[in-house]
C-alpha cells in the first residue's frame, strides 16, 4: 500500500493504493428482493457461497456478496478469511451494528485488520470507552493512512479522557509527513476548542487558516469559533473570502448570514465522537477527490456511524455513489440530508440529477421544476434543468431555461462563459444561428481562451464557409490548447475537408482517431477524407467501423449509402449533411 505525499480537495489530495473489495449495494430495493428468493431457491454449497460471495463482491454488489458470506459463515464460522470479508463487505454498505460484530470477530480470530480495529475501537469510543479505544486505535497504525487514521483517531480519545496534552502528544507524529501537517493543525484547534484551551485553540486555527485558507472545513471551524469568542467581523472577513472563491456556497453563506444577526453557533465538535467524525469525513474526502472511491466510501461510513446527521457526510457519500455510477444509492443517500439543512436544496437538485441517470427524466424535470418554484431567485436549479433539456435534445427548452438563469445572474461575468456556450449550443440545434452567434461570441469575449468555444465557433463558421481565416485560426488555437482532445483535433480535421484539403484532413483525422478510436464520428470523417485522396479501401474500412461502433441511427443510414457508393465525384454544399461534426 502507498500514500503519496500531496493531499488537496478539502486539505489536499490523499492517493491510496490496495484494499479492492467490492462495496456498493444493489441498487433497486425490488431487486434485491428478488435476489433473496432467487438465493434462497437455489442453496449453494460453502465453496459455492464463497465463490459466489467474491464474484458478487468483484461485481461491486455488496448487498448480494453480503448475503453468500453470512451464508458460508453459517457453514464455517471460524473461516477467518470469510469473517473479514464480511465485515468489510457490511463496513461499506453502512450496515454498522453486523460491522461491529464481524470487527470483534475478526480481532478474536487474531486478524490484526486495520479496519476491524478502527471500527471497534470506535464503538468503544462511543461508549466512552475511550482508553480501550486508544489502545486499538494505536494498534492499527499502520502504513501511511494508518498512522494518519490512528493519530487522528486517538487523540480525538483522549480529547474524552479531557487530556489535552496527550492528544496533543498523539497528533504530533503526522508533522513526519508534511502532507499530514494540516490535518494535525486543524485537529489540535478543534480539540484544544472542545475543551477550553482558548488561547491554544486560536493560534492552532490561524495556522490552519494560513496553511490552507481555501478549506472549506477549516473556514467553517475557525469562523465557528470567532463567532463565539465575540469577533464577528474577523469570522466576516474569512467567509467573505470563501464566498469569493465559491459565490453562493451554502454552508459558508448560511454561515455569514449568521454572523450579520449576531447569533451564538454551537461549537464545530465538541464530543469526542463528533471530532472523530470530522476525522473520517476529512479523510473521506481527500480519498474521494483522488478517485479512491472504494476506500472513501468506507471511511464516509464510518463517519456517518459517529454522527448518522451530518448533511456533508450524507452528501459526500451521495457524491461517492454517483463517481461510481451506482445512481439508485446516490440518489437514496442525498434523500437522507436533513430537511433543516442549507444543504438540502443543493441534495434536491443531485436527488433530479440522478433520477434522470436512471432514466426517469419527467420525474427528473418535475422535481428541478418545483425546486425553481420553490427558490424563484435562484439561478442553479435553472442551470441544471438547461443542462438537462440539452442532454436530451430539448434544445428549445432548454434555451429558456439558460435564459431565465442568466436574468437572474445579472451582468455577465468571466465565470458566466460556461452558460453563454450552452445556450449558444441550444440556440444552434434549434436552428437559431444569429442567436448562437451572439451567444458564442459572448462565451468567448468572457474566456477569449476557452478551446471549447473557439472550437464550437470556429468550426459552425467553417461549416457556414464564413469568416473563414478566423475560424482556423480559432480552431488551430483550440487544438494548440488541448492537443490531446480528440474531438477538437477532429473538428481541425474536417474543418480542412470542408475547405477541400484533403492530404490535411487526413493527417489530422488519423490523429484524431488516434485519440479517439471508438468514436463512430471520428471514424466516419477519416473514411471520407480517405476516400477524396484515392485511399478507397481504408475508407470503406473506416465507415464499416463507425458502423461497428454504433452510429447515430441518422449517420446509419447515410453510412451505408457512402459503403455501397462511395462519395460524389465532386463535392457540393450536401456534403456538410454526410457527417456531423464534433463540436462539442
Partial sequence: MTFVKKLNGIFSTLLFGGLAVGISLAEIPAARAQMHVEIDDFPLSLSGNYLAGRFASSMRDADSAADFYARALVADPD???????????????????????LANRVLELGQNNRMALYVSGLNDLLSNRFTRSIGKFDKAARGQIGKLTSGLLSAWGYKGLGNLDAALKALAPLSKTQSFVIFKTFHSALIADALGATGKAEEFYKSAYRGTGSSLRITLAYGNFLERHGKQKKALEIYNNFLKRVPRHPLVSEARDRALTGRQPKPF????????????????????????????LIYTQIALYLNPTSPSSWTLLGDIYEDMKKYGLALTSYDQVPATSSLRKNAEIRIAANLDRLKRTDDAVAKLKTIIAANPQDSDPLLVLGNMLRGHSKFKQAAEAYTQALKLLGPATKQQWSIYYFRGISYERSKNWPKAEADLEKALELQPDQPL???????????????????????????????????????????H??????????????????????????NDHLGDAYWRVGRKLEARFQWQHALDLKAEPENQVKIKLKLKNGLEDIPDTKEASQSVGNKT
Avoid: C, H
Wanted: net charge neutral; proline share 3%; aromatic share 8%.
Fill in 453 to 495: 468555444v473557439l472550437n464550437y465557433l470556429g468550426y459552425s463558421w467553417v461549416e457556414k464557409k464564413v469568416n473563414l481565416e478566423r475560424a482556423m485560426n480559432m480552431i488551430r488555437k483550440a487544438v494548440k490548447l488541448r492537443p490531446t482532445d480528440g474531438y477538437i483535433v477532429d473538428s481541425l480535421g474536417w474543418a
Fill in 79 to 101: 473461516n477467518a478469511d470469510i469473517v473479514e470479508r464480511a465485515f468489510l463487505l457490511e463496513v461499506s454498505a453502512g450496515n454498522m451494528e453486523r460491522a461491529v460484530q
Fill in 497 to 522: 475537408f470542408r475547405l477541400g484539403d484533403f492530404n490535411q484532413a487526413v493527417t489530422s483525422l488519423e490523429r484524431a482517431v488516434d485519440l479517439k478510436p471508438v468514436d463512430p464520428v471520428i
Fill in 269 to 296: 465538535a465538541r464530543p469526542a465522537k463528533y471530532g472523530a467524525a470530522e476525522a473520517m469525513f476529512g479523510i473521506a474526502s481527500a480519498l474521494s477527490q483522488d478517485s479512491s472511491s472504494d476506500l472513501a
